[in-house]
């Protein structure tokens, strides 16, 4: 059984969830509501208002036309006419009737779907012209048809009739929900509840479904007439049959809520003692329209309705949430859509402002290409949106020696998924633009190899490359980008990050032995190259050894000029070509497991995994005496991290410069992600721990500031 309910006695429903909806719904938008006529109103019919692409189309007979006037005969049916609207639902312009939709016989009502741009159109399908026209009134109907129309290149084509259109009664009054996946209509065919009913019908590949009555829950004995489905989900419709009168009224429930619904009639100023129906509202949930045949111009008249417009501005910023930088041209659109237009745009600053009905919007959905879309509550007139960026890695492994590109590579995320490279030797894959991910490469005939990716906050695509080295004993590569100063055998930077990635090997592959050879062009004494390259390749050693890595692991070797690349160089390329770093491959070292690493020239953004490799067994070491306790820390807390390794080191030994200027503030020593971790702290002030940080940092550590509650550490934190 249906509960009608009249709306000053609308709070003493409050039990049911669905009721509320409904309270919610008048308490938003039926209050201080306002109408007037629209002022193209004629003295005959005007009446089943549809929006459409900022326009109002309408039905209404041409009284404009003389009866004398030869080729006219559609003047005397009622034909659709458009006016144009601004963002309030007010009239901008004359009528103007769209002839390309013009009959013979009667057209409208109609609805548009926004998402097909489909006008689904009522129109007679009588054989006899002379029949009274047909208005939702009237006691007789005439047999009605709906045929789908579509716009081309500016003018409207009828294209393809309703498959459950039948000559022996009428379909029409159509109604689209917002998805345009189902249709409500009108329907006098037998088997009904009433004179006429509401129907539905869904959308299929080919064509709707069967029509299903709305049931006794929305139908009445009487006349349902012109459906119709507001944005948030309300059925607006007309009857004559739910209470005792023969007047048609509005009325709206939920269209979720077919069975026992709560049905709720407008108020007044909307229903009159007269004929009220043919409602629409935009999607704006600012203005509508609705047709009375109260005392007006014509017969039928078209009202504007204006809703509660007392507005209040919202404004707000849109940041990239990582870098904090402006978004230019996010999309902001509102929830309810209370604002027209419905969607509005950042500028370079990324900055929006807005005028909003007052107390009527709730979230903001916020969007932009290359971000995640953000739901926004609206708490306040003034917010700040952050979005965070997608990112996106293309990663593509290949041999270091030829350059060719490695399938049935395995490539372990943080120790949390495995990707194999295909064929092509490329993956791609989603980044959290918080975190940074080591990457860890295997296969049986390659060194184990890893990189550390990180993101910087741009939305994107992020390209990188692992070279995988062939495990060969014996095998030689060449380092690139090896340089020294002439005559120097001082590291420069641009060397060092060359040497790092040896480093990365040898801790990747526990057991590897290797030897760095340093070679030199045939210019000078074969004495003095020899010495230099001696010189060279055990500062070379030196700084690896200075990264953690064992002297059993890796020796130098100083060749000179006695093993040329090229044997008779004719010019300074060739030369160069001679003068180069190589790494030989002594011993592979035995097959047990091996650990993920972290080293101390790869910064780390984010949280690391808490989970081991897959396959991985975590190594238990006996801390050496040297080492320092771990200190007991309360509350939010800072510190900077300048090393981490798989192995203690004693960094009184290999970090003498950090220990001296800095170990008055607090070193940490802690065993985390399966890591040793050495850190300066903490600090209860995030200024201090980055004042820390960037001296560090200057003295060519590769270091991160983190926030720690208590001793778990919650995140990564960008510098100030």
Known sequence: MKKLILLPFILFILQVSSQEKLIQYNDKYLKNIKIAEIPTNRELSDFGPCIVNGQLFFTAFNDDAKTDTPGTKADFYYQLFSVDINNVGNVTSMRNVISELASEYHVGPNSFDMNSGELMVTRNNADDPSITPFKPVQKKLLNLEMIVASEENGQWQFQDEFNHNNKDYSIGHPAYTPSGDTLIFVSDMPGGMGETDLYMSVRLNDGWSHPKNMGSGI?????????????????????????????????????????????????????????????VIDVSHVFGYFTSNREGTGSDDIYRIGFDMALAGLSGKVINKITKEPINQSAIQFDPPVVNPETVYTDSEGLFEVDVPESKLEELIVSKDGFKTEYVKVTDDYLLIELMPEIWLELSVRDAETQEYISNVDLNFNGEETLVTPIEGIVKRSLDPEKEYYIRGTHHEYLDNSITIGANGEPGI??????????????????????????????????????????????????????????????????????????????????????????????????????????????????????????????????????????????????????????????????PKYELPLINVSGKNYRVQFYASVKPININLAMTEVVEKFSHYGIINLEEDFLIKYQIGPFTDKNEGTSIYNRIKSLGYQVMLLEYEDNTRTKMVLPN
């Open 462 to 623: 992020i390209k990188a490359t692992l070279w995988m080295y062939k495990g060969i004993t014996g095998k030689t590569f060449v380092l690139e980008n090896i340089y020294y100063d002439f005559d120097k055998w001082d590291i420069l930077p641009q060397s060092a990050e060359e040497l790092d990635k040896l480093v990365n090997i040898l801790k990747e592959n526990e057991g590897l032995k290797l030897q760095l050879g340093s070679h030199t062009d045939s210019r000078g004494s074969t004495e003095y190259n020899e010495w230099l390259a001696n010189t060279r390749s055990q500062s070379a050693v030196e700084y690896i050894l200075s990264k953690g890595i064992s002297s059993n692991d890796i020796v130098a070797k100083g060749y000179g000029e006695s093993r040329p690349y090229i044997d008779s160089p004719r010019n300074e390329v060739e030369h160069r070509l001679n003068r180069r770093t190589t790494f030989t491959i002594l011993e592979l070292g035995s097959n047990i497991p091996k650990f993920a690493s972290v080293h101390s020239n790869q910064s780390m953004y984010g949280k690391y995994s808490t989970q081991p490799l897959t396959n991985r067994i975590t190594p238990v070491y006996k801390r």
């Open 219 to 279: 139908n009445s004995p009487g006349k349902e007439f012109t459906p119709f489905v507001t944005q948030n989900g309300m059925l607006i419709f007309a009857s004559n049959g739910l209470e005792d009168n023969e007047d048609l009224d509005l009325y709206f429930t939920l269209l979720d809520q077919t069975e026992n619904p709560t049905i709720i009639k407008f108020p007044s100023p909307i229903n009159s003692k007269n004929d009220d129906f043919g409602m």
